[in-house]
């Protein structure tokens, strides 16, 4: 059965994989690596690209450990000594607004002796929905998933629909994906190897999921109102990790390291009062689709 | 003693003033007036300005009520029926650098026939932080409590100090203010009418306040290096608000009006990861005084 370590291992290889292809994709950029440690145990090295075409993108490692809190048992309802997490996350923003805004997790937690769960996940924002390539995304979530259990893509396309909601705006983050959370070997006839595999799969599905997206969109011609439909729906983006991401808070609130947490916020957004999005205009037709259900296949 | 009639009557009028004060203060813009209502009773007019000085403004008033939710009983601790909650709240950002943030509430709540209070304030968030207008704001507002009970000041301007802090930044979202919450009869030798005079006191002083920082600054020349400073000085106040702010976070979870609630929004903001800010740069002279405890005066 895998260990911790070489748990982390493989994500740290991952971090690495995912970044130098993100270089190749960017054709300009390249990513700077800032190593940070927990005082209790730990640290991470987040990663950070500015480049040509992926405007801001972060990609964060880490592997920390410690005591577990009174807070934290009480939040998981569990109890343990100490616990250990590992993860990989990634949120990217193109230059262009015909490039969605991309979102990957993979992450491992441990307390005590008998407490273990993976979770993760990808879904993807983008400013202008094209159901063509929201069918190929959603298409190779399936292929992902079928590789380990032919009932994981529903469940946990359903999942994503749920976690990636604005409930203030009553509309999804985006086109959704796939997420996933406390997957353990509890109720289910699989192992923990493989769920690890299944997550190593998630994981190495990211630089093909973007390519969906990235490859046909990248040199599209842009309009003025195209940036600043973007500029506007980062907005969005923005309240999502700030007042819905669990992740996001529960790191702000446990004082995780701001910088690498924040790392997903757009590098530019604008909020307008009361914008008019007219029905039949590209931005209305998108717009119409933030919605959960949506069988894109 | 004053029924609560008469206190949104007074907060009406209150929006009112303060919106005809910014009209002229902004020698161009004009406000624009949405009325809505909530579901249970009442409503409210959020009133916009998108200005010549100021960038983007809210002046938000509303009067609403309905039956006391179990959730909103269990939140307060206390029973009652019925709620009615009304109040004027205020964010403006002004399009120069050297014009602070600035934000107003004033509120009154009531539920059942026993319980009621007043809660509001005013605090500043200027991008460049200039010491003596800092000190003739903190002189308004100690003279604003003083009026009504000398012990207000103090305490109040270090509940602004705690309630305007971004606990993830350890950093207060400015030079503070006042602050007060549930601010009744209970222990306190002073009267309904004469907590409503001190409301209307805070609400009345927030012009003159405004003018203490936009009188000497809106005109300053502005380079492009302070014009980006302010953009990301406003992805704080950004993230206070969706973070932080209970009364924004209140609103979202409980199904407010979305568009009203984040009106306090910046029109524009920038996020940069790590960004460098030399300690002896006006940036970092303003940065450094982001803290507790000081004394203006």
Same mark, same amino acid.
């Given at each position: 059965m895998i260990a911790k370590e070489q748990i982390a291992d493989q994500f740290r290889a991952l971090q690495l994989a995912i970044c130098e292809g993100l270089e190749d994709l960017d054709q300009g950029g390249s990513f700077q690596e800032d190593p940070w440690t927990l005082h209790t145990g730990g640290g991470g090295k987040t990663r950070v690209i500015l480049g040509h075409h992926i405007e801001k993108g972060g990609v964060n490692f880490s592997a920390v450990w410690g005591p577990a809190s009174d807070k934290l048992q009480k939040m998981l309802g569990k109890q343990g000594d100490t616990f250990f997490a590992t993860g990989v996350s990634i949120v990217l923003h193109a230059r %262009? *607004?015909?490039v969605p805004i991309i979102h990957m997790n993979v992450r491992y937690f441990e307390m005590g002796d008998d407490i273990w769960w993976f979770g993760g996940g990808i879904d993807v924002t983008p400013h202008y929905i094209n159901s063509d390539q929201a069918k190929s995304f959603h298409q190779l979530m399936k292929d992902t998933c079928d590789k380990t259990d032919s009932s994981f893509y529903l469940k946990f396309k359903s999942w994503a629909d749920d976690y990636f909601y604005l409930k203030h705006r009553q509309e999804?983050?985006?086109i959704g994906g796939i997420f996933f959370d406390r997957l353990s070997t509890d109720e289910q006839d699989i192992s923990k190897d493989q769920l690890f595999n299944f997550v190593m799969d998630v994981g190495n599905a990211f630089l093909p999921a973007y390519q969906i997206f990235f490859t046909p969109n990248f040199e599209k011609p842009v309009t003025d109102h195209e940036k600043e439909w973007q500029l506007y729906r980062r907005g969005r983006y923005a309240e999502f990790n700030l007042v819905w991401d669990r992740g996001t808070r529960f790191g702000l609130e446990t004082g995780g390291r701001t910088e690498s947490i924040l790392m %997903?916020? *757009?590098p530019e957004c604008i909020w307008q009062y009361n914008r008019d999005i007219p029905a039949d205009s590209p931005e209305g037709k998108s717009q119409a689709l933030l919605k959960k259900g949506i069988d894109w296949l």
């Open positions: %262009s *607004p015909h999804t983050r985006g %997903s916020l *757009p």
